[in-house]
């Protein structure tokens, strides 16, 4: 299996490229906020729990997005493999998602880290809320809080990933498509 953990600042063009990547390698694609906020459209206690946290730029609670990740992971058994956006954002999910990909005898073949300066990220989440409608890119302070939530629990998951050898940065300014052609090239030499 290819298991890739798309990993960077909120803003730093995951949900794009998971896209492409999931075209070119056959992937399942599991990004933590699509679910959420798929779960906040249908209204169910998952939403109206992790709502309470996204409106203002926090983390959903560990337990319930580790759970919520597993049983998604169980449920395609058969994948050629996943590509992560957006988990793991913590340690201790970067530790649960081996335990269960070692379940089904798999591992993390690789995390790639999109590099973006803080100052771009602030300008593409404002200009993305224009068209996404997402209430948390509409407000500058929940967009600093997420990005200071992003320094300082989600960025040591990189260590994570280091001391395991699987610690690919990716410079994440340029075109779309220069980017993926990083991306690409990042995955198969690994
Ligand atoms: P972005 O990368 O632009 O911040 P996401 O769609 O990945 O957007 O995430 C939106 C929000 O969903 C996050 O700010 C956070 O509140 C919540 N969220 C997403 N993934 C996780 C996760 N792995 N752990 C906890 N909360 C998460």
């Known amino acids: 299996m290819l298991n890739i953990v798309l990993f960077g600042p909120p803003g730093a063009g995951k949900g794009t490229q998971s896209e492409r990547l999931i075209e070119k390698y056959g992937l399942i694609h599991l990004s933590t906020g699509d679910i959420f906020r798929a779960n ?14 996204i409106d203002k730029g926090q983390l959903v609670p560990d337990e319930v997005t580790i759970n919520m990740l597993r049983s998604e992971v169980l449920n395609h058994k058969e994948a050629k493999g996943f590509i992560f956006d957006g988990f793991p954002r913590t340690n201790a999910q970067a530790t649960a998602l081996d335990q269960f ?9 690789v995390m790639l880290a999109l590099e973006v300066e803080e100052n ?43 001391s395991q050898n699987k610690f690919v940065s990716i410079d994440g300014i340029g075109s779309i498509d220069e980017i993926s ?9 690994h």
Request: hydrophobic share 35%.
């Open 40 to 53: 906040i459209k249908g209204e169910t206690e998952l939403g109206v729990l992790a709502k309470s946290y």
């Open 101 to 109: 990909l070692a379940e089904l005898n798999t591992s993390i073949s």
């Open 120 to 162: 771009e990220l602030k300008s593409r989440l404002t200009k993305r809320a224009e068209v996404s409608g997402r209430a948390d890119d509409a407000n500058p302070e929940v967009i600093a809080n997420r990005i200071h939530v992003y320094n300082n629990e989600t960025a040591p998951v990189k260590d994570f990933y280091q």
């Open 181 to 189: 052609t990083r991306l690409y090239t990042a995955i198969d030499n």
